[in-house]
């Protein structure tokens, strides 16, 4: 089973908040408010998510950049 991606999660919560806002203002007994601030709170989430997994992802790559730099200049002398 394939995993919904952050992204997509992000921009289901969004259109959730639209489709909420447009509820709440048709239909009056509908609780717009409580689903618009749960939905905000899921975005704000999943963007938290996809930042930490961006920011590990620069990380590992300075990680690997700083072994081959220190591989090369282990293996080729400055002269």
């Not at 203002?25 to 930042?51: E, H, S, Y």
Request: include cysteine; proline fraction near 5%.
């Amino acid at each position: 089973m394939k995993k919904i991606s952050p992204t997509l999660k992000f921009w289901l919560g969004c259109i959730v908040i639209v489709i909420a806002s447009f509820l709440q203002t048709a239909v009056p007994r509908f609780p717009g408010t409580l689903l618009i601030l749960l939905a905000v709170g899921w975005c704000i989430w999943q963007f938290n998510r996809k930042v930490q997994q961006l920011k590990s992802s620069i990380a590992k790559e300075k990680n690997m950049r700083a072994a081959a730099d220190h591989y090369i200049h282990s293996r080729f002398p400055k002269s």
